[in-house]
């Protein structure tokens, strides 16, 4: 059954621990100990990028994965899960999740999202799906498509929608979304402090998953050094 994962994150937190190659922390035994600290504080759930982070992370803690390969391909700015070829690599972990864009850009070879989620169902069935999204349409179109659940991760991040942030408005952007759909909900996005964290949730979302404010211990510098100046 795929509900399982979904039933133990609900109302609750999910560390993102990633490190890209230019990063410090680029590393899959330091990602493995960041799970390890998240899963000692409380989550529960990580979400990882690349098939050797997953793999360390899940030979160290026994959380659910929601995994993701970024990649980047020519004339596509989709990079997050972008291809069927990223969900094979993946499926050789065997996670819980993998979270693939779900946003309404060109995809690699003008692969449309309708085709991969067919193709991913057919070869995985029991795989849960999560559609990072950055507007209300691309939210309703990934319920409608079958994912399992949709994210607000990519909100803030797209050509559209930059210099957007979740937290504003009260959250405005996550209410939307989730009076749009009926499938769950995951706030993720520049969630900064607990305190939006628990917000996040009182609005109705189904999980709120946390990266940089707790695993990238650069940018948590440069908050305290910025607010210092």
């Known amino acids: 059954m795929k509900a399982p994962m979904l039933a133990q994150i609900q109302g609750k937190l999910v560390v993102s621990c990633q ?26 759930a990580i979400r990882a990028n690349s098939l050797i982070d997953v ?22 700015d989709v990079y997050i899960t972008a291809t069927l070829r990223e969900v094979d690599e993946l499926m050789v972990a065997n996670p819980a999740m993998i979270a693939l864009d779900a946003t309404l850009h060109t995809r690699p070879g003008d692969l449309q999202l309708p085709a991969l989620v067919a193709e991913i169902r057919q ?16 939210a309703r179109k990934a319920a409608e498509l079958g994912f399992d659940c949709v994210g ?5 991040y797209t050509a559209e929608t930059q210099g957007c942030y979740l937290a504003a408005d009260d959250c405005r952007f ?14 993720e996005g520049n969630v900064e402090t607990p305190e939006m964290a628990a917000h996040c949730l009182a609005l109705g979302a189904h999980a709120v998953v946390v990266g940089g404010a707790i695993t990238r211990p650069q940018q948590i510098t440069r908050r305290f050094v910025n607010a210092i100046s």
Do not use: N, W
């Open 19 to 44: 490190a890209l190659e230019d990063e410090p922390l680029h590393s899959p035994f330091i990602m493995s100990r960041m799970a390890l600290a998240a899963m000692e504080g409380g989550a529960a």
């Open 55 to 76: 793999q360390q992370i899940m030979q160290t803690v026994d959380l659910p994965i929601i995994a993701i390969i970024k990649r980047d391909y020519p004339s596509s």
């Open 123 to 138: 070869r995985y069935p029991q795989l849960l799906l999560m559609a990072d999204i950055a507007t209300v349409e691309e």
């Open 152 to 156: 607000t991760t990519l909100y803030g």
């Open 174 to 187: 996550l209410r939307d979304v989730l009076a749009a759909v009926t499938v769950p909900v995951i706030a």
